[in-house]
């Protein structure tokens, strides 16, 4: 179903002047009464003179009105309709309903037009029937092929009417057996004797069988009403371990408390231990890379040491005479002070380093071999 064809439809409708109004939200859910209205309408508005039963309560009636509909439309208007669309009484019954709505429409557009073009002239001396005049031209079309029909079998029989002739006139020119009549006729008396047996025979078969069944039907009244009374005897008696059951069931209930208690007791406890196994694992990184930096400090220093030992140290140039002692003197004293200096600043570092070291073991840096001052080579 598209827009375009219910909106077509019911403007359609609306044009041949169907009295009620058709909105295009009438077919999204199955509607039957209104289909079932539309082509009765429109059956009518095509032959007024037709006659359909408009009974549709029951499913059996529905089918027949779906299927007079379509057979009359078939044979009137050549127009073939799809039962089963017609049926849902849904958005695809539209299109089966513009197929009768399209031909009515045109014809009334036709005919406006044709009242346009003569409008000087005197209107009601050519006005007629339209739905008359269709309903004559397709009863003669019916009827003509009703007669090439009948007419090819009328000669067919004419054809073998040499062969009939003279088995009419044997079968009449035969003398009647009264005789052989009579026994035929006995024969069939006596077999619808036979059969009215047989159904007497059958009926009283089903009275016996209906006794049987209904003395059955009784028997299982009587113990379905004795089962119930068991029943109701067995739900009155209150079971000899039934107080076992209740302090059982209590016991339990206390365990399950208990169990619930220790497990909540057990997860939470889980929690806080990886809490804090987690904050060690935290603590042990930071001083890890703690010392990493310090480590890392006391190599540069080192390398720092080294450069300033493997300087080469302040050449004396002069002559080898008694009076430079003095200032060599003065030279050595300096640079031992300044090596107690680098001593001290090692010492410093590495005590720092242990300071910063909580869980791991104190690591003695090693210090790096004196060198031997060899300013003096003269």
Request: glycine content about 4%; proline content about 3%.
């Amino acid at each position: 179903m598209s827009f375009r064809d219910l909106r077509n439809f019911t403007e359609m409708m609306r044009a041949l002047g169907y009295p009620r109004h058709i909105s295009m939200e009438n077919f999204c859910t199955p509607n039957f009464g209104l289909v079932s209205e539309v082509l009765l309408w429109l059956v009518k508005r095509y032959e007024p003179q037709t006659d359909i039963p408009p009974d549709v309560d029951t499913e059996q009636d529905r089918v027949f009105f779906i299927k007079a509909v379509a057979q009359f439309m078939a044979t009137k208007a050549h127009i073939k309709l799809n039962t089963k669309k017609l049926y849902q009484a849904d958005g695809y019954a539209v299109k089966e309903l513009l197929k009768i709505t399209s031909v009515l429409y045109n014809a009334m557009k036709t005919k406006g037009m044709e009242g346009s073009e003569i409008v000087e002239e005197d209107v009601n001396k050519f006005k007629f029937d339209l739905g008359s005049k269709i309903a004559d031209l397709k009863a003669a079309r019916q009827l003509a092929s009703e007669i090439t029909s009948k007419g090819a079998s009328l000669y067919d029989l004419l054809g073998m009417e040499v062969e009939l002739r003279e088995m009419r006139t044997e079968a009449i020119a035969r003398p009647l057996e009264i005789n052989e009549t009579e026994k035929v006729m006995r024969i069939a008396i006596k077999e619808i004797l036979t059969q009215v047996q047989k159904t007497k025979d059958l009926l009283n078969n089903v009275a016996s069988d209906e006794a049987n069944l209904e003395a059955k039907i009784e028997k299982r009244k009587l113990e379905l009403e004795r089962n119930q009374k068991r029943l109701e005897t067995l739900q009155s008696v209150r079971p000899c371990f039934m107080d076992e059951y209740e302090k059982t069931e209590e016991e339990l209930q206390k365990q399950y408390d208990i169990y619930l208690e220790k497990f909540q007791n057990l997860t939470y406890l889980e929690q806080q231990l990886e809490e804090y196994h987690r904050m060690e694992q935290e603590r042990f990184e930071e001083a890890k890379n703690t010392l990493c930096l310090i480590q890392n400090k006391l190599k540069e220093e080192e390398k720092r040491l080294l450069k300033s030992g493997r300087r080469p140290g302040k050449r004396i140039v002069g002559m080898m005479q008694g009076g430079d002692s003095d200032d060599n003197e003065d030279s050595e004293e300096s640079e031992i002070d300044m090596e107690d200096g680098d001593e001290e600043e090692e010492d410093d570092l590495e005590d720092e380093s242990i300071s910063l070291s909580p869980s791991k073991p104190n690591r003695r840096v090693r210090k790096p071999e004196p060198l031997d001052e060899s300013d003096n080579d003269f």
